[in-house]
């Protein structure tokens, strides 16, 4: 039995790994799955890929592209989610801000540097042409720390995907001001370089087991209802992030890695580019 250890955020984008984990696929072929939860999300799997307290991970595509420019031995084995992640820009509930132009200037909440939603503040500033250099940042580890700092004042913006801050809105904790979609597909499956050498065939065949599973995931009776209940989500809200969340089972595209790239280096937030090839690895 060959132990795998993998990573990923607590979001409805990854049930598909639950189901597969609890109906035992893995077992099956002789790889024991072991799942870890990130709520600090991205820049928390980065260095659990560094440090190999993990072997694979589903995460962001700018995240873990930036990561591997700057050392992460890591490489993209697929693309997971095809569509863009819709980031809320939510402020607190009592928060003086209702419109984008007045969060200019202000301080973003951030789970830390380098995750989804650091990057992200600069996509957003870009997009509404602020100077990225003034931007500021608080550092809140996850989406607990994200309320208590925008209910403190010690941050004024937070932005973290639409549906898993949804319920957050619905109570009266947030307010959402606006939706930035990334501009590229948003999760990707990263591997550790030592892991591809070493167990190859086990990766294949656990991207095997994903992949049958999301092909036909949106056809499962009832999924709506049981992401609903598992995630504390709102039906109806399922039902729309169903409907624009596409799945895939292919390797990235090398012309979206090199969008990618062209972004985050207009942004300074990498300092160079490398080949495409150099990130992704064809299982």
Request: proline share 4%.
């Amino acid at each position: 039995m060959q132990t795998i250890k993998i990573g990923g955020v607590p979001e409805h984008f990854n049930l598909p790994w639950h189901l597969t984990i609890e109906d035992g696929s893995y077992l099956k072929n002789n790889i024991q799955l072991e799942w870890t939860e990130y709520p600090g999300g991205t820049g928390a799997m980065c260095e659990a890929l560094r440090n190999q307290d993990i072997d694979m991970a589903i995460i962001l595509t700018e995240g873990i592209v930036k990561d591997i420019i700057a050392g992460n031995p890591s490489k993209i084995v697929q693309t997971y989610i095809q569509t863009p992640l819709i980031w809320g820009i939510h402020v607190s509930v009592n928060s003086k801000y209702t419109n984008l132009s007045e969060l200019q200037n202000t301080k973003a909440a951030i789970s830390r540097y380098g995750s989804g939603s650091h990057l992200m503040a600069y996509v957003n500033a870009q997009n509404q042409k602020w100077d990225t250099s003034h931007l500021q940042f608080e550092v809140v580890k996850n989406l607990d720390g994200a309320v208590e700092a925008l209910t403190n004042g010690k941050a004024d913006y937070f932005m973290w995907e639409h549906f898993t801050t949804k319920p957050l809105v619905d109570n009266g904790v947030f307010r959402r001001v606006i939706d930035c979609p990334t501009p590229w597909p948003c999760f990707v499956i990263a591997v550790r370089e030592d892991i591809l050498n070493t167990k190859k065939e086990e990766i294949k065949t656990i991207l095997d087991i994903i992949n049958t599973t999301t092909t036909d995931f949106k056809h499962i009776p009832s999924i709506d209802r049981t992401l609903a209940y598992r995630y504390d989500q709102q039906l109806e809200d399922i039902q729309k992030w169903l409907q624009h969340t596409e799945w895939s089972q292919s390797l990235i595209k090398k012309e979206t890695l090199v969008e990618v790239q062209d972004y985050l280096f207009n942004l300074e937030i990498i300092n160079k580019k490398i080949a495409p090839e150099k990130l992704i690895y064809d299982i």
